[in-house]
């Protein structure tokens, strides 16, 4: 039986025939298609559909189904304002590289939940400790400025798209999805 598209997480001793190619092809397919949940960059920078808001209520409604929409590309906007924040601090950038390739092993290409000494761990507990690990590493670099203020940069420039981008033409097909999400789309 095959298994393309997974990427083993415990260390369950693996056939002979399984190499470190083996490994980063099947990283590299679940790389695209965690990816392909990002929308097309064209429907997220349309200009015509951008307008603002009537009131309040309206920019909040507008936030809340824009970030269930377009999550994955506010998650990388704001991943690379924080990495062209790092470019001329190299140590930190390196730290914020190998956070990111951790990130990407132990939280977003993972099939199967992580199982350590015997136990499973929930996504909650990794996403937890990974969170706390990535900021006191960046932080133990010295670059805390640098990296509150691009996360701010990036924090409103996220909000901002997000409360002038019109939700009328949107097809919310998360909502299907079922439990488990962090954000859902407005009312």
Not at 79 to 90: A, D, E, R
């Amino acid at each position: 039986m095959t298994t393309y598209g997974t990427i083993p997480t415990s260390t369950a001793p693996s056939s002979s025939s399984s190499s470190p190619l083996d490994y980063i092809s099947r990283a590299k397919e679940q790389g695209r298609s965690a990816l392909a949940m990002r929308r097309p960059w064209r429907q997220f920078g349309d200009v015509r559909a951008l307008s603002l808001p009537r009131s309040l209520g309206d920019s909040y409604t507008r936030i809340r189904t824009n970030a269930a929409y377009f999550a994955m590309n506010y998650a990388i906007v704001v991943l690379l304002v924080v990495f062209f924040s790092l470019l001329f601090k190299p140590v930190s950038l390196i730290v914020f590289i190998v956070c990111t390739v951790v990130w990407c092993f132990l939280y977003f290409l993972r099939d199967v939940p992580l199982v350590i000494f015997g136990r499973e761990i929930s996504d909650l507990v990794v996403l937890i400790c990974l969170s706390i690990f990535t900021l006191v590493a960046l932080l133990l670099t010295k670059a805390t400025a640098n990296i509150l203020i691009s996360l701010m940069i990036g924090l409103v420039l996220v909000l901002i798209h997000a409360a002038i981008r019109r939700t009328e033409d949107l097809v919310l097909e998360e909502e299907a999805e079922g439990p488990g999400r962090w954000y859902a789309a407005g009312p």
